[in-house]
Structure formats: structure tokens, C-alpha cells
């Protein structure tokens, strides 16, 4: 079934958004809106959501006991072992389907786990690799606010350098965090029989097509989703979606999908926009720039995306007329 938009108006205006109102979450934050296109896309395809969420920002503000914001089958658990639990989820549920005791056979479920960069970057790393390697279908969505907010803002692998944390602060010695952000897509797709995808909030319609691919896709789905984090990262809370737009426009936040090692661009940028731009937008870069050797560092940064960006034009171009395994 290929969505268009007045379809999705059509279908979302009367489907349970999976997390309802009243959540602790702040004002601004992308990660419910990750969780909401996700789990309405599925049940507008027809999908009762299953959700597995790891411990973070999402989970502690969504779960405060004895509330919870999700009106879908929900399973909480471990910091690190969210792809070991929606994977435990997704085969209970083929066993039983076998020995024929579940009640409805027509009913179609889709496996979501959401997590963290945290949780998925560094402490959860394992585990995902382990479910996907496996073969278990499921989608796992990592809501990349790159650091550890739930806690306070403490770097994690996805933090980008320069970046303000409380565990690597921009001082007078170091700048912040000098390693680049890891690059947890390219890792996921070096799976090989995965379906990999990039997504945000600010585009809308490439979010819910990629779902749409994901769902249908006979095998595990991995999706990082650009989720701002208005808090640590200094802005407005009324300008994740800006900031999502301009992660998008200077290269820093690509989007793209690989299904079984074939690559596509899913949004163009004929010339991309210098990241100081993006950079510029944030407080927690505030403290960078006043470093004298902040265009040295900047410009490092900007190098990397720049050669990112010509290395994925590359491998569309190289894969563009490739079978899908």
C-alpha cells in the first residue's frame, strides 16, 4: 500500500497514537513524535503495535508509576537489552502462532523497539547486534538525541565533537569531545540482511514511507531518527523542527535508506549548507565558539560531512542498478 498524505490525514485522525497526552516529556521534545509516526504508520497499515522500550528520556517520562502514556501492548526493560527483549517478544509470538493458540491468525502484529542513543550507540550495541544478526523481525528506532539526557547530558558515542557535556565540557584545555560522532547507521547496515533507514520529524512523508518499507521488509529494520533534545542542546522549545531542517540542509543529519546493502538518497540537497549554521543555531556549541581554535575544529567537522555526503552519492551511484538480495 504506498501512503500519501491525505490518506495518513485520513486514517491518523481516527487512530490511537500509541502514547497519549500527558506524558512527562519536555515541552519540544522530538522523541514522542518518533514513537507516534512510527506506531500510527503501522496501524494504519492495518498492525497492532508490540513496543519494547529501553530504559531513557522516553521511557521515564511515559511510565512514571503508576501512569503510563502508552495504550499499546508495552514491555519495559534494561538499559541495554531492548533488542534482546523485542526479539524474546517476536518469537513467543511465532512459537504460538505454530502451535496455533493465538486467537486471532489474521491479525497482523508489528515488533517496535525503541530506544536512546544511549542505549543504542554504546550500552545497547550488543544486544541489537545480536537480534538483528539473528534475523528476528522487528523494527528498532533509536531516537538520537546524542547524549545521555535522561541523566543529564553526559556524552555518549553519537555526541558530536565540540559539543557541551557535563562529563566532557568545553574548557580552556579541551574542547569538549574531540571524537566524531559514531556513525551507527553504516554499522547497522554492515549486517547486510537489514533494512537501514535515516528519518525526522521534520519530513514528515519520507518518515512514514520509510515505516511503510520497514513493515513490509522480510527481515529486522533499523531506523535512526534526528530526535533534538531542546533541553541540552540549548534551543527553544519550539524549534526541533527547525533544527531538524537545518541538520538536514548542511549534510550533518543525511537522509537515506540501505535495504540489503543497496543504497538511496531520499532527500536531495543540490549544495549543502556550511554546518557552522547548524552549529551556530545551538547554545550547547556556545562555548566552542569562543575557543580560538573553533574554526580548526569546525572545520574538521565540516570536511567529514562534506566527504560523508560524496561517499553516499558514491554508493547510490555504485548500487542504483544492483538486485536486492
Not at 26 to 43: D, H, I, S
Not at 123 to 132: N, T
Request: proline letters at 5%.
Amino acid at each position: 500500500m504506498a501512503l500519501n498524505i491525505m490518506q495518513l490525514a485520513t486514517m491518523f485522525a481516527d487512530k490511537n497514537p500509541g502514547i497519549t497526552q500527558g506524558h512527562r516529556l519536555c515541552p519540544g521534545c522530538a522523541a514522542p513524535n518518533v514513537a507516534k509516526f512510527a506506531l500510527m504508520t503501522a496501524q494504519s497499515l492495518g498492525y497492532t503495535p508490540v513496543v519494547g522500550l529501553a530504559t531513557g528520556c522516553l521511557e521515564v517520562s511515559t511510565t512514571i508509576y503508576p501512569f503510563t502514556a502508552w495504550n499499546v501492548p508495552y514491555i519495559h526493560n534494561a538499559f541495554e537489552n531492548v533488542g534482546a527483549t523485542i526479539s524474546g517478544v517476536e518469537t513467543a509470538y511465532r512459537a504460538l502462532a505454530k502451535k496455533g493458540r493465538i486467537v486471532d491468525p489474521n491479525k497482523k502484529y508489528a515488533f517496535f523497539a525503541f530506544a536512546g542513543d544511549g542505549g543504542t550507540y554504546d550500552i545497547g550495541l550488543q544486544s541489537l547486534s545480536g537480534a538483528v544478526e539473528r534475523g528476528h523481525k522487528f523494527i528498532y528506532i533509536v531516537y538520537d538525541n546524542e547524549g545521555y539526557m535522561n541523566t543529564g547530558n553526559q556524552r555518549s558515542g553519537s555526541t558530536p565533537a565540540g559539543s557541551q557535556t557535563t562529563t566532557q565540557p568545553v574548557g580552556k584545555k579541551l574542547p569538549g569531545k574531540v571524537q566524531l560522532k559514531k556513525n551507527i547507521v553504516e554499522i547497522m547496515a554492515g549486517h547486510e540482511n537489514v533494512y537501514v533507514a535515516t528519518v525526522s520529524t521534520s519530513e514528515p512523508m519520507d518518515f512514514f514511507k520509510k515505516i511503510e518499507k520497514a513493515l513490509e521488509f522480510d527481515g529486522p529494520a533499523f531506523i535512526a531518527a534526528f530526535s533534538p533534545c531542546v533541553r541540552f542542546w540549548r534551543v527553544n522549545d519550539d524549534k526541533a523542527v527547525d533544527i531538524s531542517k537545518l541538520a538536514i540542509e548542511t549534510g550533518y543529519w543525511p537522509l537515506y535508506e540501505v535495504e540489503r546493502g543497496v543504497y538511496r538518497i531520499t532527500k536531495k540537497v543540490k549544495e549543502l549548507k556550511p554546518v557552522i549554521e547548524f552549529i551556530k543555531a545551538q547554545g550547547r556549541f556556545r562555548n566552542l565558539l569562543k575557543r580560538s581554535d573553533a574554526d580548526e575544529i569546525i572545520g574538521e567537522l565540516q570536511e567529514y560531512i562534506t566527504r560523508r555526503w560524496e561517499r553516499l552519492q558514491i554508493l547510490e551511484e555504485a548500487t542504483k542498478d544492483k538486485p536486492i538480495r
